[in-house]
């Protein structure tokens, strides 16, 4: 294709080298035109998917791993039952998948989202726990001498939780850290030491026990969102609709979700 450009422009629109494809300067001056073209072709096959009216094709979902993992599950067979023809794909991680460039119909996350043309609301609140292996002994609360603390891997983001759990065991030490909660659960029911878990993540490992302290952690607003141009893809609205009212009936659920889109 890109040869066949340049055929058709009768410029050299990028240059070819060892470590793969470099701009010209006559690319790098039509570049803006290209991704404007590039925009607008998204753009149309948003518009298209969002106009389909029947309950069929394929639905691009992504969240965190736990979320994905321990949350979601009972939503998407509920979802399969009703719509047999919609294929989901659920995409876990941490990476952010652009939903502009349909990476994802559908985000789920724990901080609001920044992208121009995004509709979004306020899903739930999620509950938090603190944890240890069930043969543990417990922590001595505002001390947690002879203890670790399993944590988010701070360099990922901002994490109250983690604050919290410290100024709670200020004499644990700091012991591990992951930026997944699932792998936090596991090194917990090994005996590694206290985590402080999502509800749905904790509550549903059988070699875990949450410590009841008489103070919950802060929980963490889980947020929706998908592109404006997607407000009329049936398949997504009905995922919409139906996780909205599972998830606030949900035992983890702290609050009940506030009005959205």
Known sequence: RLRALEAATGQVLFQRTAHGLVLTGEGAAVLPLAEQMEE????????????????????????????????????????????????IELLT??????????????????????????????????????????????????????????????????????????QRYPHALAGLRSNNRNVQAQMCAQGLGIAILPRPVGDAHPLLRRLESGEEPPHRDIWMGYHRDLRGLHRLRAFVDLVTVQLSQAPFAATAPMPGP
């Open 40 to 87: 607008g072709a998204l753009g149309l096959q948003r518009r298209l998917a969002g106009d389909q009216q029947q309950l069929q094709g394929t639905l691009r979902v992504s969240s965190a791993d736990w979320f994905g993992a321990c949350v979601l599950p009972p939503v998407m067979a509920e979802y399969a039952r009703r719509y047999p023809q919609v294929e």
């Open 93 to 166: 991680g941490t990476r952010l998948f652009n939903l502009a460039q349909r990476e994802a119909d559908l985000a789920f996350r724990i901080i609001p989202f920044d992208g121009p043309d995004i509709v979004q609301k306020r899903l739930v609140g999620m509950r938090y726990g603190v944890y240890v292996a069930a043969a543990c002994t417990d922590p001595a609360l505002g001390d947690g001498t002879g203890h670790r603390l399993i944590t988010m891997d701070a360099s990922t983001g901002v994490f109250p939780d983690t604050d919290w759990l410290r």
